[in-house]
């Protein structure tokens, strides 16, 4: 099986291009993310505060997460039987994403179901620790970012679309913070593997962006677009 590793910060479009990508390539899309980003939602829900272990831990077994696929080939995460696909994009679960994140026992918890599709399939798998600790061994990591201000830009569109009205400057605030905690954490710091090559996206468009990262993965795979 091959693997390709894309790591990056908050914003910096992980999802939408190693999505995009899969499709190319017509590997599986595993968003690890939306992993994380379940289990905080579980707790905002239960009115939790997310940076307490004596409250998420004894949570986890009592959660049914599961990770399938539309007729579309879409990654969708369900929680306890409901599609949450959408309530776990909200801004609110960002932190309480990042706050569960931080703590070695959710990720624990979470590494053989990320680790079990590789093993089962030809994987783009994104993340923050994915290069670096999930698959160390994979065929191909790619460090993705871009600056602050084009990420938040990036993200503060994304929000409008979806009719949140935030203003940029929270959404950049948000992001700052979210930086901070991400590389900051004890358990899996983000951090680009000493092994990846580092893509900075600030000056690109998605295509262009998507372009270079497809040509990372034929260069260090020989695997040529499937489409």
């Given at each position: 099986m091959i693997s390709v590793a894309i790591d990056g910060p908050s914003g910096a479009g992980k999802s939408t291009i190693s999505r995009c990508a899969a499709k190319v390539f017509g590997f599986i899309y595993v968003d690890t993310g939306a992993l994380y980003r379940t289990i905080g939602l579980a707790a905002f829900r239960r009115g939790y505060d997310t940076k307490d272990k004596s409250l998420i831990l004894p949570m986890l077994p009592e959660l049914n997460i599961e990770l399938k696929y539309n007729e579309n080939g879409e990654q969708r995460m369900y929680l306890d039987g409901e599609d949450v696909s959408s309530d776990i994009r909200l801004p609110e679960i960002s932190m309480c994403a990042s706050n569960v994140s931080a703590m070695q026992e959710v990720r624990n918890f979470l590494t053989d179901m990320q680790r079990g599709m590789a093993k089962k399939y030809n994987v783009i798998m994104d993340g923050r620790?994915?290069?670096?600790?999930?698959?160390?061994?994979?065929?191909?990591?790619i460090f993705l970012t871009a600056s602050l201000e084009a990420r938040?830009?990036?993200?503060?569109?994304?929000?409008?679309?979806?009719?949140?009205?935030?203003?940029?400057?929270?959404?950049?605030?948000?992001?700052?913070?979210?930086?901070?905690?991400?590389t900051n954490r004890a358990a899996a710091p983000l951090a680009a593997a000493v092994d990846a090559v580092t893509l900075d996206t600030s000056d690109y468009d998605f295509d262009e962006s998507l372009r270079r990262v497809c040509g990372i993965i034929s260069e260090k795979t020989g695997i040529k677009a499937a489409n």
């Open positions: 620790d994915i290069g670096t600790v999930i698959l160390p061994d994979a065929d191909v990591k938040a830009m990036r993200r503060y569109k994304e929000l409008l679309e979806k009719g949140v009205n935030d203003s940029f400057e929270e959404v950049m605030e948000d992001m700052k913070m979210r930086d901070y905690q991400d």
